[in-house]
């Protein structure tokens, strides 16, 4: 999921929790669909009983970091935009709670 076209800062309420819940499941959908994958891969390529050979290579390795690395990368930066939108939410929450108080 990318940043909406409009600011955060100009979105309805509901365009808010719109957003967030999309956000919510590309975060669900990734973890499954990419990062326990590949995270399970480099655990494969890492632990020292290995069913294809007893010793990886150094590029296998590196090879499966990168692909962890790439998916972590994913999940920090849903998990950024998740967080903004939540903020945003409360932000205007708060708002709204001190309007009613006056």
């Known amino acids: 999921m990318h940043r909406p076209a409009k600011p955060i800062s100009r979105m309805t309420l509901q365009e808010l929790l719109t957003q967030a819940q999309k956000c919510t499941r590309d975060l669900a959908e990734h973890f499954h669909a990419s990062f326990f994958n590949t995270l399970a891969d480099y655990q494969e390529d890492t632990r020292t009983s290995r069913n294809k050979s ?16 790439e ?3 994913e999940t920090i930066l849903l998990s950024d935009l998740l967080i903004d939108f939540l903020q945003e939410t409360l932000r205007r929450a708060k708002l709204e709670v001190e309007r009613q108080r006056i």
């Open 71 to 73: 998916a972590a990368e």
């Open 54 to 69: 007893r010793y990886p290579t150094v590029q296998a390795v590196k090879n499966s970091l990168d692909k962890f690395s």
